[in-house]
């Protein structure tokens, strides 16, 4: 394939991914119960790992400082590290949410496989404490995580890089959709 026609179906790909039909009604959906934890005085809990770890660091910042909505991620390398190996890779998150969740907080997971067990379990201990999930998720449509959550988007690729900017796509959206405005002063 030729590099510009490379480019061009590239930028045909990611149309298609981060503008699916009928999304908007989740992403009002999304803003209303990001809303109504603020006015609760609750928190969001963005997670996510590798790539999406840092979409959890910067949605979390974003939310809290652009958006007026107290919000947090789990991404401290001494708190993952001594959660990991006291209680396993595939607690820690779980762990995490059941020492610093509070009850109404909104949980915010994102897994481009949607199969990754530390955000499945903790996905299944916030759906048994009743807290609000939304997810992020591609590739398979009937992944576990996307069946956990009360909202949940998903991205139709099989690429990670696809996955993972619209997943910072449809949530940096959000949060300009609940400030009211793309375009605003950071300081």
Known sequence: MEDKQFIETYFQTFQQCIQPGGIEEDMLKMRDIMLAANRARKKIIFAGNGAS?????????????????????????????????????????????????DKEDLIVLISSSGKSPNII????YAKDKKFTIVTLTGFDPNNPLK????IN?????????MIECTHMFWLVLVCDLIIGKSEYKTS
Do not use: P
């Open 147 to 150: 069946k956990m959550g009360d």
């Open 121 to 124: 379990n903790a996905a299944q």
């Open 53 to 101: 770890a840092t979409i959890a660091s910067h949605c979390a910042l974003d939310y809290t400082k652009q958006a007026g909505i107290r919000s947090t991620c789990f991404n401290e390398a001494a708190l993952l590290t001594a959660f990991g190996n006291d209680f396993g890779y595939e607690m820690w998150l779980q762990k995490a949410l059941e020492f610093y969740a």
């Open 153 to 161: 988007f998903w991205v139709e690729s099989k690429s990670y890089n």
